[in-house]
């Protein structure tokens, strides 16, 4: 099938464009992006992605407002061209690649709606080439993931109020990844396989003049399957940005973490990220908890809107929670993003620290695979 893309040259394989170069249902190429308040008032968090292998296109948006989390949902069958990166009232405008974006969600029957403009604060940069095995997580995970650090402009809609974003304290993350991992319907693999644990933590972090990024995968003894982290610098006007990619980025050389954990969940309450960067003594990073999101309000984890689902040619869906009232031991609710401040004892942050945690957990006390912190 061709599409727009194939006048362009970008293919990898013989094949048109749309033909995927892996014939594994789990191929996916999505889009994530987080916005939030600097004072932790408000957060939202946007999804969209194609898995060229299901023929499904969906999205979500969720808005974390005054305790109350609301979420739209939204999924049809993938259109033929990918350049279409609409679903129903939701669509991702590129004005500028790796520029210039917009996402809007029009009015629709959920009453959840938005019109939003990125704008950039740093470089794109290339988190390492992630492989997790399934002797690691059950599953095959194969992916490339892109960064960039930026503001926000426009507006949110929820059924009874409108929320203006200033865009001098509304900070936030554009996330691109593709490759393969777990999407989609569950399909019989076989011989069952023993239940396997996972730790991931994923901190984009603001500062003043820089952005820092730190990114793990660990097992369920605390070994390290993957990491990378970064430090970017941060300008105060788009057209500044040197080019897709920085050529100051500096890597680390190490990270590690020590943290504590809020009792009767597994949600960290406080501690430190330790990152180094090359010729330099160690940074300590302390991070304060100061608001918290339900990733399921995106899909992941989402037992009924789970990324990859068919739900027919064309479905919408809207739901809101309580934060206070939801059991955070939960499966579907241990996978969550808080908005973080942060101080390195030099200067102070905003930032997200994503949380996965898994199974056993022997640093922090953890045993089995959902019990809480004591």
């Known amino acids: ?42 957060y939202f968090g946007i999804s969209s992605a194609r898995y060229p292998n299901l023929h499904i296109q969906d999205c979500a948006l969720t808005i974390v407002r005054g305790g109350q989390q609301h979420s739209f949902h939204a999924s049809r069958r993938a259109p033929q061209d990918p350049i279409d990166m609409t679903t129903g009232p939701f669509r991702i405008e590129i004005g500028q690649p790796m520029k210039n974006i917009r ?56 059924p009874d109020e409108t929320i203006t974003l200033d865009a001098g304290h509304t900070y936030g993350t554009k996330d691109r990844s593709w490759g393969v991992r777990p999407v989609g319907d569950s399909v019989a693999m076989g011989a069952p396989l023993p239940p396997k644990g996972l730790k991931f933590f994923w901190a984009p972090l603001h500062w003043s003049d820089h952005v820092t990024h730190v990114g793990l995968f660990e097992g369920d003894r605390g070994e ?10 941060a300008y105060a006007e788009s057209d500044q940005i040197p080019g897709i990619e920085d050529p100051q980025i500096e890597r680390l050389v190490s990270v590690s973490h020590n943290f504590t954990w809020l009792p009767e969940t597994r949600r960290v309450s406080g501690g430190q990220i330790r990152i180094q960067l090359q010729d330099s003594d160690p940074i300590e990073i302390e991070i304060e908890p100061i608001g918290s999101v339900l990733m399921k309000g995106m899909g992941y984890g989402h037992p009924q809107w789970g990324h990859g689902q068919w739900k027919g040619e064309l479905a919408v869906f809207g739901e ?21 401040r942060v101080h390195d004892g030099v200067s102070e942050g905003i930032g997200v620290l994503e949380q996965l945690v898994v199974g056993p957990y022997p640093k922090y006390g953890f045993t089995k695979f959902f019990d809480g912190a004591i």
């Open 1 to 42: 099938m061709l599409s727009s893309f194939d006048d362009f040259y970008i293919h990898q394989t013989s094949h048109p464009i749309t033909t995927p170069a892996t014939t594994d249902r789990n191929a996916y190429d999505r889009s994530f992006f987080n916005g939030y308040t600097d004072d932790g008032s408000l």
């Open 103 to 158: 996402v809007v969600v029009e009015d629709n029957e959920t009453g959840i709606g938005a019109d939003l403009e990125w704008i950039p604060r740093s470089a794109h940069f290339a988190e390492d080439h992630q492989r997790l095995t399934p002797e690691q997580i059950g599953r095959w995970m194969i992916a490339t993931r892109m960064n960039q650090f930026g503001f926000w402009t426009g507006e949110l809609r929820l």
């Open 224 to 233: 390290v399957w993957h990491w990378d982290g970064f430090r970017l610098p």
């Open 320 to 340: 809101s929670w309580d934060l206070n009232e939801i059991d955070p031991l939960a499966p579907e609710n241990i996978h969550i993003q808080e908005v973080v």
